[in-house]
């Protein structure tokens, strides 16, 4: 039997400053020659990032032949707004998007329950629905192997993705994790449970280890015993922090391929490095090196 070819997608940022622009930039150009499937470009959990989220898609739309999924969330606009959001972005040639309901404190790890905004949506699978209304796109939402913080197991984290998927999702993207028997038990359980839509594992190269586990705390992953112990006492080697953090990126990737995992997102943090070996572990080559390597 065949075994089906590697798809990924990245995920970008919008930059504060010009400083950033040059580094997203660099990543964007390094990274594009793989074609991915689309890339995405976050927007800040409380919306904090609209306008600069905007900025980027287009000028990823002009100056790439990417295909470009803006995130949309619920919070800080009505149904209204973001359906015009969404219809500005299908007029100006996007057609996929991400779908998230969005956390009203930035920064924070969830401590409440969710208010929606006055005619606003209040779930992401009121979102998927209104998108659809709007246009034809092509939706991803988020999946959590480890439970979302707000539920209290991932039963119900389950049936709350089955609604987003019934709403019109076409994928799951999950959170990042780094046991992969975790990714792989869900997996199975979305099947169980009559999900039949593409559940893609989200990875995070871990750029820096401190920097990990503050994420890591926000959204409720968690950091093995075994990869913290890989990190001890790193603190002052940068290089060898590298290393290791692509051999374990790179370990991860290939035992989801062992096990019949196909497709891969990438939490880039806007950066190419890490990112761009992994695919290269999976066997990803730029189409320019390709022909070149046939013409050899």
């Not at 039997?1 to 964007?28: K, R, T, Y």
């Not at 009203?104 to 208010?115: K, N, R, T, Y």
């Not at 039949?196 to 750029?207: C, D, E, F, N, Q």
Request: aromatic share 8%.
């Amino acid at each position: 039997m065949p075994v089906p070819a590697v798809n990924v997608s990245f995920e970008f940022f919008p930059p504060q400053d010009e400083a950033a622009a040059v580094q997203l930039w660099s990543a964007v150009q390094r990274l594009a020659p793989l074609e991915p499937g689309f890339v995405s470009v976050t927007y800040g959990a409380d919306g904090s990032t609209r306008s600069r989220t905007h900025q980027c898609v287009m000028r990823m739309l002009r100056e790439t032949s990417l295909r470009v999924a803006p995130h949309l969330t619920c919070v800080g606009a009505t149904r209204e707004e973001i359906e015009a959001i969404a219809r500005d972005y299908w007029q100006q040639g996007v057609r996929d998007l991400v779908a998230l309901r969005g956390d009203p404190q930035p920064g924070l790890a969830v401590s409440g329950p969710f208010i929606a905004r006055p005619g606003g949506f209040a779930y992401a699978a009121d979102l998927v629905r209104g998108l659809r209304g709007v246009a034809g796109f092509d939706i991803s939402v988020a999946a959590y192997p480890e439970g979302h913080p707000e539920t209290p197991g991932v039963e119900m984290d389950l049936a709350n993705l089955r609604r987003k998927i019934d709403a019109g999702a076409q994928r799951a993207i999950t959170q990042f994790f780094f046991d992969t028997d975790v990714f792989l038990r869900y997996r199975d359980r979305c099947a169980a449970a009559g999900i039949s839509a593409p559940i893609v594992p989200g990875i995070l190269p871990i750029t820096g280890f401190a920097q990990l586990l503050r994420f890591a705390a926000r959204c409720g992953t968690a950091v093995p015993s075994w990869l913290r112990q890989r990190f001890e006492g790193l603190e002052d080697d940068p290089q060898t922090r590298r290393l290791i953090a692509a051999h374990v990126a790179i370990e991860q990737v290939q035992r989801l391929r062992a096990h019949g995992v196909a497709d891969f997102h990438f939490y880039t943090l806007n950066r190419a490095e890490l990112t761009y070996a992994i695919c290269h572990a999976l066997g990803m080559r730029p189409k320019s090196s390709q022909a070149e390597a046939q013409v050899a």
